[in-house]
């Protein structure tokens, strides 16, 4: 059975890049690795009606802060078989957000804590009800608001298809959803968690000896 590990963190934090890295030195290591990245909006309908939403379709649902996490939270349970099998196929199953994505963002939209109503709404939706893969380590990839924010609109200038969409340029709710992911990492939020300094570069292979591989 392979090793279920998540990024997480801000947009433009850096996961995408994060991933990459320890893809490399996975490989290096003659570890198998499958990757995935969640909304994934170009596979599930569920993902494909938030990125519709996000652009103001769908009337309110955009603004249902309830509502758009259920979507999100479909996408990952129509995922959860191929998961399962990639986990059986694979040494570790390497992930670009999941649960703790809607954990974050909607109790930083909702103006609440880790400790609040709509985290633990999340976790009788998605752990409890749906019964999603748990993950081995979840590593927080943690950057100020700021530096996030500057990573995402320079890549925003320089990259196709990576436009920000209204909630990633809203700098106050980014920074209280570094907050919140702080407080999920510190209380352990469903599995083991590391915090990874991610303002300087990050060393990918000391991540992976230490804590991917456990
Ligand atoms: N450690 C780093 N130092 C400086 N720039 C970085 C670092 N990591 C990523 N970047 C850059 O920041 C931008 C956002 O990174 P990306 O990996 O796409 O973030 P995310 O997937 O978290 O949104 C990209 O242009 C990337 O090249
Ligand atoms: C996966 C996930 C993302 N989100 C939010 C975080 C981001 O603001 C937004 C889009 O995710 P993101 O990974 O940034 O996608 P992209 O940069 O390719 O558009 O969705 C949730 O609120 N809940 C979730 O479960």
Not at 9 to 32: F, M, P, S, V
Not at 62 to 76: E, I, N, Q, T
Not at 169 to 181: G, I, K, P, T, W
């Amino acid at each position: 059975m392979g090793r279920l590990i998540v990024i997480e963190g801000l947009d433009g934090a850096g996961k995408r890049t994060l991933a990459r890295g320890i893809t490399a030195e996975l490989t290096a290591r003659g570890c198998t690795v499958s990757s995935a990245a969640f909304p994934r909006y170009s596979e599930d309908v569920h993902a494909e009606l938030v990125a519709e939403a996000l652009r103001g379709e769908h009337g309110d649902l955009g603004s249902s802060v309830h509502g758009m996490a259920v979507l999100y939270a479909l996408d990952r349970r129509a995922a959860a078989d191929a998961l399962r099998a990639h986990l059986a196929a694979h040494d570790v199953v390497l992930l670009d957000r999941y649960v703790a994505s809607n954990a974050a963002y909607g109790a930083a939209r909702l103006h609440q804590h880790a400790d609040g109503e709509f985290v633990s709404w999340v976790r009788d939706l998605e752990i409890t009800r749906f019964d999603l893969p748990r993950p081995d380590l979840q590593v927080l990839l943690r950057v100020p608001a700021e530096v996030a924010a500057d990573r995402a609109e320079h890549r925003e200038r320089t990259e196709a298809d990576r436009d920000r969409d209204r909630f990633e340029s809203d700098a106050s709710l980014q920074q209280r959803c570094a907050e919140v992911y702080a407080e999920l990492a510190e209380a352990g939020f469903w599995s083991p968690w590391v915090v990874v300094d991610g303002a300087t570069d990050v060393d990918f292979g000391v991540l992976v000896d230490k804590h991917v591989l456990g």
